[in-house]
Nanobody, 120 residues
Framework: QVQLVESGGGLVQPGGSLRLSCAASGFTFSNYAMSWYRQAPGKERELVARLPTVGGSTNYADSVKGRFTISRDNANKTVYLQMNSLKPEDTAVYYC?????????????WGQGTQVTVSS
């Protein structure tokens, strides 16, 4: 079955770094656009970064541009989010998303989330 398993979250001080990983299985990973979303307490889930399949452009939320980098390893079916210069406002649960549209079918999968807390 389809699985997206995030890891790498934790507690980090402001200015620190974390790298999140999302291991995928159960679908053709290379066909899917991969994204990271986050949801802070009391707020709506928001897109952090999106990495399409070949030929597309990477998108970042304005709040993370220049600090976060999304990347993918199709051979190992994993997507990463490198987060540098972390700020307290980056505190949230981070979710991995896989998305693919073929004809009239949309395939949209989510991981269970990993907590990132930025605090001194």
């Amino acid at each position: 079955q389809v699985q997206l398993v995030e890891s790498g979250g934790g507690l980090v001080q402001p200015g620190g770094s974390l790298r999140l990983s999302c291991a995928a299985s159960g679908f053709t990973f290379s066909n899917y656009a991969m994204s990271w979303y986050r949801q802070a307490p009391g707020k709506e889930r928001e897109l952090v970064a999106r990495l399409p399949t070949v030929g597309g452009s990477t998108n970042y939320a304005d709040s993370v541009k220049g600090r976060f980098t999304i990347s993918r390893d199709n051979a190992n079916k994993t997507v990463y989010l490198q987060m540098n210069s972390l700020k307290p406002e980056d505190t949230a649960v981070y979710y991995c998303n896989a998305w693919y549209r073929y004809l009239w079918h949309t395939y949209d999968y989510w991981g269970q989330g990993t907590q990132v807390t930025v605090s001194s």
